[in-house]
């Protein structure tokens, strides 16, 4: 089993759709959470960073964590052509060897059409 | 600002030979710098962590006498592949981390090509 799952898609929606995206772990040590978006032959932007259970928001983007269920989501508001790309979850532990190491999710591919 | 770069973007190499990817924070000082492999369709897979003026370390699986890591400054990390094959034609990419900071700031990432 994969440290982290995430499902690859491809996620199609139409312009203006609230996009849903989601990854699930099983590594406890895992306490901060983070999105990337990757736009086809460039390195991953960052999107989101949280830290604890909850809700934040930055303006169309929000992320949600769960640790008690150890899933966390993306949710995209009004969604753009232009956020076509593939989302890449990712997470690292607080301290120890595992300290500053990125785990990473598949990616899912999302396209936007108008 | 956090902005990395990394030189060359792309780059075409003959079975045998030895290629260095340059890996730079640009407008911070990072303590660690971090080197991912992607291969099409796929997530990155991190290949090593590099602190400044310390030996890299290396995950599992990853040849650290192929894949040589440098950090001589808080700003530049370089990675060489040594004595390429066609099999470590893919994409490469570095992330840093700032002093204090959780955020990994990715390069651009470099194509390798190995014919």
């Known amino acids: 089993q994969k440290e982290v799952e995430q499902d690859p898609g491809p996620l199609s929606v139409p312009e203006g759709a609230i996009v849903s995206l989601n990854c699930t772990y099983s590594n406890s040590a895992f306490q901060y959470f983070m999105w990337y978006r990757q736009y086809s032959r460039k390195g991953p932007e960052l999107l989101m960073y949280?830290?604890?259970?909850g809700n934040k928001e930055d303006g169309r983007f929000t992320a949600q964590v769960d640790k008690s269920s150890k899933y966390i989501s993306l949710f995209i508001r009004d969604s753009q052509p232009s956020d076509s790309a593939t989302y890449l979850c990712?997470?690292?532990?607080?301290?120890?060897?595992?300290?500053?190491?990125?785990?990473f999710g598949q990616g899912t591919i999302l396209t936007v059409h108008p | 600002g956090a902005v990395v770069s990394q030189h060359p973007s792309w780059v075409i190499c003959k079975s045998g030979t030895s290629v260095k990817i340059e890996c730079r924070s640009l407008d911070f000082q990072a303590t660690t710098m971090f080197w991912y492999r992607q291969f099409p369709k796929q997530s990155l897979m991190l290949m090593a962590t590099?602190?400044?003026?310390?030996?890299?370390?290396?995950e599992q699986g990853v040849e650290k006498d192929k894949f040589l890591i440098n950090h001589a400054s808080l700003t530049l990390s370089t990675l060489t592949v040594t004595s390429a094959h066609p099999e470590d034609s893919s994409f490469y990419i570095c992330s840093a981390e700032g002093t204090g900071g959780l955020e990994q700031y990715f390069g651009p990432g470099t194509r390798l090509t190995v014919t």
């Open positions: 949280t830290y604890s259970s």
């Open positions: 590099s602190n400044e003026g310390s030996k890299a370390t290396y």
């Open positions: 990712a997470m690292r532990g607080a301290g120890g060897t595992s300290y500053g190491k990125l785990t």
